[in-house]
Each structure stands twice: as structure tokens, then as C-alpha cells.
């Protein structure tokens, strides 16, 4: 952490750092600060830069991020380095990108909240290692899953319009990567105004192998039995309540309201090309908020 600091300090900003030990710590420091903050920066991974979205939503600052997790797909799509000087000197650089949030039962996700799969995955997968192995850590863990994996039925709900469905995961994506690089819509942007929804509704799981490449590109919707949707808001319900796993964290459970904000929080992030999007810029401020994790996430 120390040559972040200096880096940040070297480009004009006075930091507060608070330390963490729990993902609701953050929300909470940023609600404590607010009023004496310019902008916000957390050091972490997926789930504690969501851990911070609606508080900095609510605060109107502007969100920096330090890549410190395992898959870091936020970053990754924002082209945030994973350098973490290099990261430090976006946000010194002040330049920001609108983008949206999805919610999900009112909690917040940047990327990817799902109910099956990867909700189990989640809650199988040993911190300790998850630390030590990284990747790795989770592709063990995902091979215990799907050994012992089954599918649940469900409704999903899309503008009045009900479909039940068999499935062994439904996600709803609200940025573009997830799982450590893969793509929840071949098409998707976390500025475009709508969530992207796909169901597994295949009767042999391990189908899913041949799948792999898909998913990479965001093209798995092509296969019959993958369902897809693109919509402002979903509804799923399941027979009886079933985790939902936001960004790497299992934060409520089904019956589960999915909604997307659209550009509704600003994030320091390298600026795009004039054909790629509109983007902001935000001169660097004097006094922000620096989260970091004491534990890998």
C-alpha cells in the first residue's frame, strides 16, 4: 500500500485511510466521511467496491479503485490497471466514466448477481483458498460444485411477461466481465441502460464444458439451451428461498428484484475514444476516503 499512497499523495490528495475487516465497514465509513471527503477509494476486490455503491451513490463522490482481488472484472472492464501504481495515477489523472449500477433486492453489483452455480461456489469456496491459489482456489472449488450441482425451478418475470424455467444458474449482468474474464453478453457495456439476463437450462451439466469458450466471448446465447433477455428490471422466484450471489458475495436471497441505475455513480477510469462512449473528467480532489481490505477479497 505505501507506494500507493505516495503515489496519490505525489499527485495532490490528502488521505484518510480506514482499514477494514468486514464489507459493511465501507458503506459505513463513506456515510461517516462524506461530508469531509471529495472522493472515495477502495482497495479490494468486486465485492468491496460493491460494498461501497450505494454509499458513494447516495454521497455523490466519485468512486477510485485499487485492484487488490482475485478476478478484479470491474477493473477489467473499465481498462483499470491491474498495476496498482498504475491505478493510483488514473485517479490522480481525474479522469472518470459514468457508469451504471445494478441492484438487486437494494443491494448493489457492478458486474454479475447470480442464483445457483455460482451463489454455491460462492459459499463453498475456503477464503483461505481463495488467498493462497487465486484462480485456482475457485476452479477446485467449482469442480466440488458442479459434482453435487442439480437444477431448480423458477420464475422469471420481464415486463409482465412470466416464463417458468428448469436451470442451474440464472445471472443478470449488469457490467460486461465476470468470473475472471468472462463476458455476460457479447454485446454488453456497464453504460448501456439495461441488465443482461441468461438461464443454464440444460439438462446435462456437463455440457457446460463445451460451452467454455462461449462464455469467454459472450456468444453462449446462442446455444438452444441457454435463455437470454435484456431488460431494466427483472423478477426471479424460485420455490423456496435461494441464495443470490452479487459480484463474489451472498448478499440476500430469492425472491429477488433485479434493477439497473443507469449512469448513476462516476469511477475513475482511463478515457475512451470518442467512438467508444462519452466520458467524464473530474480534476483530482483534495481530501478522499481510502478503504482497504486487510483481507483478500
Not at 463476458?183 to 454488453?188: D, G, S
Amino acid at each position: 500500500m505505501t507506494p500507493v499512497l505516495e503515489g496519490l499523495q505525489r499527485g495532490g490528495l490528502d488521505v484518510t485511510v480506514e482499514t477494514f475487516e468486514a464489507l459493511p465497514e465501507i458503506a459505513r465509513d463513506i456515510v461517516r466521511l462524506r461530508h469531509m471527503a471529495d472522493l472515495v477509494i477502495v482497495c479490494g476486490g468486486d465485492g468491496s467496491v460493491s460494498s461501497a455503491a450505494v454509499a458513494a451513490m447516495e454521497s455523490g463522490l466519485p468512486l477510485g479503485i485499487i485492484p487488490m482481488g482475485t478476478a478484479n472484472d470491474l477493473a477489467r472492464t473499465l481498462g483499470i490497471p491491474m498495476d496498482l501504481a498504475e491505478a493510483a495515477d488514473i485517479i490522480v489523472r481525474g479522469e472518470t466514466r459514468s457508469v451504471d449500477v445494478g441492484t438487486v433486492n437494494g443491494h448493489a453489483f457492478f458486474n454479475v448477481a447470480s442464483i445457483g452455480l455460482s451463489s454455491d461456489l460462492a459459499q463453498n469456496l475456503d477464503p483461505v483458498l481463495k488467498k493462497r491459489f487465486g484462480r485456482l482456489g475457485y476452479a477446485l472449488a467449482a469442480i466440488k460444485v458442479m459434482t453435487r450441482a442439480s437444477r431448480f425451478s423458477a420464475s422469471i418475470t420481464e415486463k409482465g411477461r412470466r416464463v417458468d424455467v428448469d436451470t442451474y444458474q440464472i445471472a443478470v449482468g449488469n457490467g460486461r466481465h465476470y468470473g475472471g474474464g468472462n463476458v455476460v453478453e457479447e454485446t454488453a457495456e456497464i453504460d448501456d441502460g439495461h441488465l443482461d439476463l441468461y438461464s443454464l437450462e440444460m439438462t446435462n451439466l456437463w455440457k457446460l464444458a463445451l460451452m467454455l469458450r462461449s462464455f469467454r466471448s459472450g456468444t453462449h446465447g446462442a446455444w438452444r439451451e441457454v435463455r437470454t433477455a435484456k431488460c431494466i428490471e427483472f423478477d426471479v422466484e424460485t420455490r423456496k428461498p435461494m441464495p443470490v450471489n452479487t459480484d463474489g458475495e451472498i448478499v440476500t436471497a430469492t425472491p429477488a428484484h433485479f434493477k439497473v441505475h443507469p449512469k448513476a455513480i462516476s469511477i475513475f477510469a482511463p478515457r475512451r475514444s470518442v467512438s467508444d462512449s462519452i466520458t467524464g473528467e473530474l480534476a483530482p480532489r483534495k481530501k478522499p476516503i481510502t478503504s482497504s481490505s486487510t483481507k483478500a477479497r
